[in-house]
């Protein structure tokens, strides 16, 4: 069972960038799956997230407006299209996967059992 993020990189601020993660292993096809990122010296923080149907999409207040997620066709896929970059969107982002109890547990890391490794995305000023 593995989640492998991809897609980060070096972008100035004001750019975009489009992170993607992929399941294998097993079909994550019923699972909610969410982003989360970690900036140095910071806690682990909810960015996006979205149901296992894809019909419903949670963001933090922080990029609503900049981020947009959606899941592939087979639903084993997720991606994170990041506009509007701004230097404190720097961290090492987390793609998880899991079955949050009610919409309030969306934003919560417990809600989910499965991370990938993470990639790092860094924005310039």
């Known amino acids: 069972v593995q989640l492998v993020e991809s897609g980060g990189g070096l972008v100035q601020a004001g750019g975009s960038l489009r992170l993607s993660c992929a399941a294998s292993g097993r079909s994550f096809s019923a699972y909610a799956m969410g982003w989360f990122r970690q900036a140095p010296g910071k806690e682990r923080e909810f960015v996006a997230a979205?149901?296992?149907?894809?019909?419903?999409?949670y963001y933090a207040d922080s990029v609503t407006g900049r981020f947009t997620i959606s899941r592939g066709d087979a639903r084993n896929t997720v991606h994170l299209q990041m506009n509007s970059l701004k230097p404190e969107d720097t961290a090492v982002y987390y793609c998880a996967a899991g079955r949050p109890w009610s919409d309030s547990y969306y934003q919560s890391d417990a809600s989910y059992d499965c991370w990938g490794q993470g990639t790092q995305v860094a924005v310039s000023s």
């Open positions: 979205i149901s296992w149907s894809g019909d419903e999409t």
